[in-house]
């Protein structure tokens, strides 16, 4: 659970008219302000979990597609609090939701997450005596490792617009 600490000095109004101000808005909007600035920085990072994805290396001349399904599977989700505290949310996942049932596990076998760490395939439907593991090709974890800054960065520019709006 990531923890914010924020440290105000007054500039030039005194603390009691801020603290009535700050009063004056509603919870609701101050999880508005935290989910739209936290949203927006969140958008690029669903990019770059796409472009990780069909940056795998394929060898051949014949591909099926695998790494465009999968790279479609990638989302943003986002929420706010409803029962009375300012609070907001976002997430870029993987969604296996969006994958054929079939393939509801690639995206983690590709990740190589725990539990999906070695994985093989058929070779024209058949399997080989000695056929070795495919390597797994992590590309969420590296493409989303800047976000927890990004995301700061979101909370500080949504700090500074309530201020603005206090002052």
Known sequence: MATLQVTTTPRGTSLRSVADRLAGMTDAKVSRLFERHLKK???????????????????????????????????????????????????????????????????????GAPKYRHWRHPVFGRWLPGQPDQAPHPYFYQAVATFGRAAEFAIMAALEEITGELE
């Open 41 to 111: 920085s969140a958008s690029p990072y669903l990019r770059y979990v796409r472009a990780s994805v069909l940056a795998i290396p394929t060898h051949g001349k014949k591909h099926t597609g695998l790494r465009a399904v999968i790279a479609q599977c990638a989302s943003v989700s986002s929420g706010r609090e409803t029962r009375g505290t300012a609070g907001a949310w976002v997430s870029v996942w993987m969604d296996p939701g969006k994958m054929r049932p079939e393939y509801l596990t690639l995206p983690l076998y590709m990740e």
